[in-house]
C-alpha cells in the first residue's frame, strides 16, 4: 500500500475557520487519506469472497457487507477527530451535525465490478467546505494508487503530480462513456444513440463504470469521462482532482455542479463530463446535438 504521509496525525481541535491554517489542512489530509488506507484494507479482505449482494434502488445498484464495513470504518476514523464535522455517505445518507464541513463518502466505488470479481473499484472521499468541494481523495486497492487534491494545489497521484491529457484532436483519444440499467421509458437507446456519436469522434471508447474512469482522465490516460447516472457522492471528488489536474468538470449542458447538501439534490443523479479545456467544449457540443 502507498505508505502514510509522514505527519504524526497528532489530533488538535481547531477551530472549522482553521481550514486556512497549514497545520489543520495537513491533518485533514492525513486523515482523509488514513480512512482511504483502511477502508482499502477491508476491500482486499473481501475482494473475491463475495458471493451475496442486496438490489437497491434497481438491478445495476446493489450493496455488499464491504460496501457496509468499509463506510462504518470512514465515518468511525472521521467522528473520533471531528464529532462536530457532517458526513454524507452512500449507505448511511446525511448526518447533519450543523457544520460547515460535510464528508462526503463512497465506501466501494464500482460494487458490481467488486462483486463480481473484477479489480475495478475503490474508495473515495471529498470534504465540502459549504458546499464546495476544497479537498479529495481516491484510493485504487488493487493498483495500489492513490489520487488526491485540494482546491487550489493541484492534484496527484501517490504524491506525484498529474495533468490532464494536452490533446486537442478528439480522433487522437481514448475516451470512457459508462451507463447503466434504467427503466425509464426510452432512456437507453437514446444514451446508445449518444454513444454512436460520441465513437465517431474519438479513437475508441472504453469503461470501467467506476472511479477508475475518472482517476485515469485526471493523469492523462484517457482524454474524457463521461456518465449520466452519478450520485454527488460519485464525481464530487474526482471532479476536484479532474480539475486541480487541470481539466474541466461539468454537467451534459457544460453547467457546474451544485452540490448544495439537501434532500433533492444529494439524491438525485448527475450528468458528467471531465476533460481538458478543449476537448471538453467539442465534446458539450456533440452531447448537445446528441440529446436534442
Known amino acids: 500500500m502507498p505508505r502514510l504521509l509522514g505527519l504524526k496525525l497528532k489530533y488538535e481541535r481547531l477551530s472549522s475557520a482553521s481550514f486556512k491554517n497549514i497545520r489543520f489542512q495537513n491533518y485533514m489530509k492525513e486523515l482523509l487519506i488514513k480512512a482511504l488506507h483502511e477502508a482499502g484494507y477491508i476491500l482486499l479482505g473481501y475482494s ?5 449482494y442486496t438490489i437497491k434502488e434497481s438491478q445495476s445498484s446493489i450493496v455488499t457487507k464491504a460496501d457496509i464495513e468499509s463506510e462504518k470504518k470512514i465515518i468511525d476514523i472521521i467522528l473520533e477527530k471531528f464529532p462536530e464535522h457532517n458526513t ?3 449507505e448511511t445518507g446525511f448526518q447533519n451535525r450543523s457544520s460547515e464541513f460535510t464528508w462526503v463518502i463512497d465506501p466501494l466505488d464500482g460494487t458490481s465490478n467488486f462483486a463480481a470479481g473484477i479489480p475495478w473499484f475503490g474508495v473515495i472521499i471529498c470534504v465540502l467546505k459549504n458546499s464546495i468541494p476544497v479537498m479529495a481523495g481516491c484510493f485504487l486497492p488493487v493498483q495500489n494508487e492513490i489520487y488526491f487534491a485540494e482546491k487550489g494545489k493541484g492534484a496527484t497521484r501517490n504524491g506525484e503530480k498529474i495533468k490532464v491529457s494536452s490533446e486537442t484532436e478528439l480522433k487522437n483519444i481514448l475516451a470512457a462513456y459508462s451507463l447503466d440499467y434504467s427503466d425509464e421509458p426510452g432512456k437507453t437507446e ?13 479513437r475508441n471508447l472504453r469503461s470501467t463504470n467506476s472511479l477508475i474512469d475518472f482517476c485515469y482522465t485526471a493523469d492523462g490516460k484517457l482524454g474524457a469521462c463521461m456518465n449520466q447516472t452519478t450520485k454527488i457522492w460519485d464525481i464530487a471528488a474526482p471532479g476536484l482532482i479532474i480539475e486541480e489536474a487541470g481539466g474541466i468538470v461539468t454537467d451534459f449542458q457544460g453547467n457546474p455542479f451544485d452540490f448544495s447538501l439537501n434532500a433533492g439534490n444529494y439524491g438525485r443523479n448527475f450528468t458528467i463530463i471531465g476533460s481538458n479545456k478543449v476537448l471538453h467544449s467539442e465534446l458539450i457540443k456533440i452531447l448537445n446535438n446528441g440529446l436534442q
Open 88 to 90: 454524507l455517505g452512500e
Open 190 to 202: 437514446r444514451e446508445a444513440k449518444l454513444i454512436q456519436q460520441v465513437v465517431s469522434s474519438i
Open 48 to 52: 473475491g469472497k463475495i458471493s451475496e
